[in-house]
């Protein structure tokens, strides 16, 4: 039976809806069995997902912290290599002299009147869009892996 308190009762259950609607679902549940049920069932879920924490095993976490430590000890400042400087200039201004040589004669507009604008606003779009999803699942990586290096510290402490 949908009454049409689904949302209704998801807000109160996290503790985001206000006093007034609050008041009015508490009401509406002492006389409807169905959300009573969708309650429970929202409890049982919020307690089996708060139990079950999934973390990698012990010898994973040293293997990982062990590699980065290992990597990082390779990495011991910056060197400057005069040959490798000088090569990458060179080529940087010879690509430099290839845009500004490459745009000549074409006419201004071409690129407008192609069509390409429009496809590459779509994949600007998507890119972008990839970019975010990324970035918050790359915070939430960087966040538990400086958990793990955390707890690999602490129990090389007690060690």
């Known amino acids: 039976m949908n009454c049409g308190y689904g949302e209704k009762l998801i807000l109160c259950f996290y503790g985001e809806a206000g006093e007034e609607l609050?008041?009015?679902?508490?009401?509406?549940?002492?006389g409807c069995a169905a959300c009573r049920g969708e309650l429970a069932a929202l409890r049982a879920a919020?307690?089996?997902?708060?139990?079950?924490v999934c973390e990698p095993p012990a010898r994973a976490v040293r293997a990982v912290m062990r590699a980065a430590r290992e990597a990082a000890a390779g990495r011991r400042g910056f060197s400057l290599n005069w040959g490798e400087a000088l090569l990458?200039?060179?080529?940087?201004?010879?690509?430099?002299?290839g845009f500004f040589f490459s745009g000549r004669g074409a006419p201004a507009d071409l690129a407008w009147?192609?069509?390409?604008?429009?496809?590459l606003d779509s994949v600007e779009y998507?890119?972008?869009?990839a970019?975010?999803?990324l970035s918050?699942?790359?915070a939430d990586w960087e966040y538990k892996y400086s958990e793990l290096e955390d707890e690999a510290l602490m129990a090389e402490e007690r060690a």
């Open 46 to 52: 919020e307690g089996r997902l708060a139990g079950s």
């Open 126 to 129: 998507s890119m972008y869009q």
């Open 22 to 30: 609050a008041a009015g679902v508490k009401k509406h549940l002492a």
């Open 88 to 97: 990458s200039g060179a080529l940087a201004s010879l690509l430099g002299a």
């Open 113 to 119: 009147n192609s069509g390409l604008d429009s496809g």
């Open 131 to 133: 970019q975010s999803d």
């Open 136 to 138: 918050s699942v790359s």
